[in-house]
């Protein structure tokens, strides 16, 4: 009260208007100013890594919505990511904690117990393709990935061609959910045996009643199929949000990391 009837409390208001008023306590986080920000201590900008991690991750976690190519300023980022340790060490982590919640499941013989996958930049990886696409920079341009698919050469993602293995040895009966269309089961199936991959319970393709569906429509409709036919969902795997939302959730999901493009 002796404070405000002297005028020292709007004193000190004015004080720390007129003049920064900074906590001594670590806790506070200080924002650098801008140009130091941009450089490391030999002068090289790091501006630009800094931008691209953060929108990587506003992707991953689905905070940036729906987008159609990577920025131009981050092409140079997504092919040291997608090519190099990170993305195969980032894939791996995913692939561990799938297996972690897979050993945790008990499979009794009376129960029919599901592992549903899906398929580009899950079980495949088309790095190859967009290597020459501008790494995700360039508008998605179907009749070229047609081509591609065709090829049938797509590699294993390593981390979940072990994870898929294990499951089946584990017991899950696994099924493929793609968005692929039904003309590329043929291309589908050698590619997905040429990569390592053999014995899921069955393949599912967009038929002609499935097209204009968005994605994950698409995909919950199939998952509820699955479910209708007695299966427990345990597990979904996919690098789109749009594979593993919806209705007909698996027990629990996972999300691969992938910077390349956008599913809806």
Not at 106 to 132: M, Q
Not at 158 to 166: D, G, Q, T
Request: glycine share 6%.
């Amino acid at each position: 009260m002796a404070l405000i009837q002297w005028g020292v409390l709007p004193l000190l208001v004015i004080l720390c208007i007129s003049q920064p008023c900074f906590s001594s306590s670590p806790s506070i986080i200080r924002i650098k100013p801008e140009k130091d920000a941009l450089l490391t201590t030999d002068g090289r900008r790091r501006g630009v890594d800094l931008y691209c991690e953060a929108w990587k991750f506003t992707v991953e976690t689905n905070d940036a919505g729906v987008w159609t190519r990577v920025p131009q300023m981050c092409v140079n980022f997504v092919e040291e990511y997608i090519t190099g340790e990170r993305y195969v060490s980032d894939s791996q982590a995913v692939a561990d904690s799938a297996l972690a919640h897979a050993h945790s499941v008990r499979l009794s013989g009376a129960a029919k117990h599901a592992w549903v996958f899906d398929i580009d930049e899950t079980l495949l990886s088309n790095v190859p393709y967009y290597a020459v696409q501008g790494f995700g920079s360039d508008i998605f341009d179907e009749p070229s990935f047609d081509v591609w698919v065709d090829l049938a050469k797509a590699p294993a993602l390593s981390p979940s061609l072990r994870l898929y293995n294990k499951l089946k040895e584990l017991g899950f009966t696994i099924f493929l959910l793609t968005g692929r269309c039904e003309y590329q089961r043929n291309a589908t199936e050698r590619n997905l045996l040429y990569a390592g991959y053999s014995g899921w319970e069955r393949l599912i393709l967009r038929g002609d009643s499935d097209q204009g569906t968005l994605a994950s429509v698409y995909k919950s409709e199939k998952r509820k199929e699955i479910e209708d036919e007695g299966y427990i969902i345990h597990g979904n795997s996919g690098d789109q949000w749009s594979d593993l939302m919806g209705y007909a959730v698996a027990k629990r999901s996972f999300k691969l990391p992938n910077p390349l493009y956008y599913i809806s």
